[in-house]
């Protein structure tokens, strides 16, 4: 036998070996099918987000326009009120700072702390009475996460009952994107309408951010937002009382004489010389610590938005037409007072940029409420947040409701006596700065 030779793996000297066909070169030798390979599987692309309203509805518009009527009692058409939180009811502090060394993104932040607004207590009281339960319904909505909700609606108001429902950020229609992202949120009261058996005419949303209710803009009663500023603010007017509790006390309380000899010296040594020490803090104590006074000269004195709040209320329950009430111009024109502020007082607040701003008494010159042709403003929430008179076409020269000192002590007092028709004692409930 002649020697062969297995070109294709080793050479065999004694030409035993057979030669077996190359399964990788031989073409008539059987292949195995070249499996193809699928293409890489793509997620399913997510559904367009709904399209959202940028305008008031033409019936909403209708509504707002008729002109509210006096009812015969308050419990015979039901209120809505809607409340927001941070910001409106409390100050929430801000979030520390993430360093390299604490903890890493993904493990969540720690709760911030919450203070509340000034009477926040009375006014509470004042919404869960029962002579107002009989016709005012009571729920939270805040653009805030629901873990923080849930805090601030605990630090807030202790439990959940009471409130007819509380809703967070993810009722908010938003993408994931936006839900975790800082951006402008808008509370399209239908939904809460559709959800409480309410509408326009029953409803007042509660918030101090202008843009929220552009939607339903003459169901919004904004308010000043409370701010880290007006804290303090509240603060130093509760160590101010604190310090003339303190003076007078210690003027009028003759000392307390220490009676029989098993009373240890020492003791009575450092009793006296701790009194001795308040008394020369006291004695000390600056004239602006005993009576804080603004940039304007006048007494500091605490926020008293809420009070306001409840002077409003007192009032709107005896109307069948909230947002034609406000429309209207009720706000300015319920009260006997000078320099009527414009109508549309719910839509758009100036931002603080200085405390001369705040403190100024210049008032801009009246301007009528705006027609019922008039068409309420619009902002675009598609895109990228448009300051407050781009978009909502009011000027920020616009003084609002609150701005009108005479407006104001007008709505504040008539919270105080709706406080004490009810029996419910006026308690600021701010803590001083040394607790």
Not at 390 to 411: G, H, I, M, S
Request: proline residues 11%.
């Amino acid at each position: 036998m002649a020697r062969r030779y297995d070109f294709d793996y080793n050479f065999d000297p004694e030409g035993t070996s057979l030669v077996q066909p190359d399964p990788y070169t031989d073409p008539g030798s059987p292949q195995e099918p070249v499996r193809q390979k699928s293409p890489p599987r793509r997620s399913p692309t997510p559904p367009p987000p709904p399209i959202q309203p940028r305008e008031p509805s033409k019936e909403y518009l209708s509504i707002s326009a008729e002109p509210s009527s006096k009812l015969e009692t308050p419990s015979s058409q039901r209120k809505l009120l809607i409340l927001d939180l941070n910001g409106t009811l409390v100050y929430r502090s801000p979030h520390q700072r993430r360093s390299v060394y604490q903890q890493p993104h993904h493990v969540p932040r720690p709760l911030r702390s919450v203070h509340p607004r000034p009477y926040l207590s009375s006014f509470k009281e004042y919404l869960f009475h029962p002579r107002v339960t009989e016709w005012l319904d009571t729920m939270v909505w805040s653009s805030a996460q629901p873990h923080s909700v849930d805090d601030m609606v605990g630090k807030t108001f202790g439990s959940k009952d009471g409130l007819k429902a509380v809703w967070a950020r993810d009722t908010l229609g938003l993408t994931p994107e936006q839900y975790f992202r800082k951006t402008q949120t808008t509370k399209d009261l239908e939904k809460p309408w559709a959800a409480l058996g309410h509408s326009a005419r029953t409803t007042f949303l509660l918030d101090d951010s202008p843009l929220k209710a552009h939607l339903q803009p003459w169901n919004h009663l904004c308010i000043r937002e409370y701010v880290a500023e007006m804290r303090q603010t509240d603060v130093k007017v509760r160590d101010a009382e604190i310090l003339r509790e303190q003076k007078e006390q210690s003027q009028t309380t003759p000392p307390v004489e220490e009676e029989g000899e098993e009373e240890d010296s020492r003791k009575r040594k450092r009793k006296a010389k701790k009194e001795r020490k308040k008394a020369e803090r006291l004695a000390s104590a600056k004239a602006e610590a005993l009576d804080p006074m603004d940039a304007g000269g006048r007494p500091l004195e605490y926020d008293q938005t809420l009070l306001a709040i409840i002077g409003v209320l007192d009032t709107i329950k005896n109307e069948d037409n909230v947002a034609g009430w406000m429309r209207n111009g009720g706000l300015v024109r319920s009260g006997h007072y000078p320099r009527p502020s414009p109508g549309p007082s719910q839509l758009t607040k100036r931002r603080r940029v200085s405390d001369e701003s705040r403190s100024s008494l210049e008032e801009p010159p009246p301007s009528p409420p705006p027609s019922s042709d008039d068409q309420p403003p619009v902002h675009d929430v598609s895109g990228e947040v448009k300051p407050p008179e781009a978009a909502t076409n009011v000027p920020l020269d616009v003084n609002l409701w609150f701005e009108n000192r005479d407006a104001f002590a007008y709505w504040t007092d008539r919270g105080r006596r709706a406080l004490e028709d009810l029996g419910i004692e006026l308690k600021p409930g701010v803590v001083g700065s040394n607790g």
